[in-house]
């Protein structure tokens, strides 16, 4: 069975960086089209960003030109870079497969971005 652990949160300034990794247990399961997805308080899931199989990728409008999802297949991770971060994207940020299957669920990594 395939587990994602998401990993890199934390507490930060507004205007500071993370980056969030995503690391799958089974051999190259990140060639699937992935995606990191968050949930804010009171929130419904969102997906953010998201990587094809071929490596195309797509952003959400609030955090295109401040995001970018990339991937390293040997390593089985899929990344997110935070740059520019506003308190707006405090939220437990998920990776799962893009569309997502509820079983790829993992515990997600908290973002706190202070103002």
């Known amino acids: 069975q395939v587990q994602l652990v998401e990993s890199g949160g934390g507490l930060v300034q507004a205007g500071r960086s993370l980056r969030l990794s995503c690391t799958a247990s089974?051999?190259?399961?990140?060639?699937?089209?992935m995606g990191w997805y968050r949930q804010a308080p009171g929130k419904q899931r969102e997906l953010v960003a998201s990587?094809?199989?071929?490596?195309?990728?797509n952003y959400a409008d609030s955090v295109k030109g401040r995001f970018t999802i990339s991937r390293d297949n040997a390593k089985n991770t899929v990344y997110l870079q935070m740059n520019s971060l506003k308190p707006d994207d405090t939220a437990v940020y998920y990776c799962?497969?893009?569309?997502?299957?509820?079983?790829?669920w993992g515990q997600g990594t908290q973002v706190t971005v202070s103002s």
């Open positions: 799962n497969t893009n569309p997502y299957f509820e079983q790829y």
């Open positions: 089974v051999s190259y399961f990140t060639i699937n089209a």
């Open positions: 990587i094809s199989s071929r490596g195309g990728t």
